[in-house]
């Protein structure tokens, strides 16, 4: 059997990325674009560590830490504006969100 | 302590992760999303430990499934899902959209047929048993003196407190 070397997990990552770029580009429901760039960033993640090892080093490891610090920030935040606009709309879809004020 | 079965463990776990994210993005109910999102996550921690990074593993776990999921959980839960759960999955432009993506993983494809010389196939092995000791030490700092992230980390502190702030403001009916 063929060892598993970087380049599996970069394969790996890649098809998680390119899965939430369609989940990002296709869906309608807010809620699963929010968890398609979950997706994404997890790919990165994936990247970051798998590089980490190739180098045998653990700078790729304290980004993935940094990254994941950020996924938080950026739910929260994505959440509380999905909420803020499901209070004034009533319906979570992207089609819909294309007022800045009214 | 070497890793054993690496290739059978690998290919499951690999296509675990593939096969929940085609979930996350096909489901009509958020809610399968968000479930198969956490067997994605999971997943992807079993791959880190592989590795060799426990502690960005124990992170994923605790941050990403125990934290995040249960917020995009709770927001499930308040939004009506009622209405979306009947209405159209996928945009108008899904058929332009997916092309692009498809576009994109052919690039990614080609960049990896072609560069696959690039990447030594040595893996190196890290020292798992202080591996939490070594981040820590690039974090913090070690023996009084500044890590290489230690700016970096209270930088990341202020991004959480200006996302927390954020989020509460963003929430609250009048401000």
Known sequence: ?102 | MNPVATPFFFYMLAGLAVISGVLVITRRNAVHSALALIVTLLSVAGLYLMLYAPFVAGVQIIVYAGGIMVLFLFVIMLVNIERSSKERRFNRMWPVGLAAACTLLALFVSAFAKGKALFPDRMMSLPESSNTQQIAAMLYGDAGKMGPYTFAFEVASLLLLAAILGAVIMTKKKI
């Open chain 1, 1 to 102: 059997m063929v060892p598993i070397t970087t380049l599996h997990y970069l394969v790996v990552a890649a098809a998680l990325f390119v899965l939430g770029v369609i989940g990002v580009l296709t869906r309608r429901n807010v809620v699963i674009v929010l968890m398609s760039i979950e997706l994404i960033l997890n790919a990165v993640n994936l990247n970051l560590v798998a590089f980490s090892r190739m180098w045998g080093n653990l700078h790729g490891q304290v980004f993935a830490i940094f990254v994941t610090v950020d996924a938080a920030a950026e739910a929260a935040v994505g959440l509380g504006i999905l909420i803020a606009f499901f209070r004034n709309k009533e319906t979570i879809n992207v089609d819909e969100i294309d007022l800045l004020k009214w």
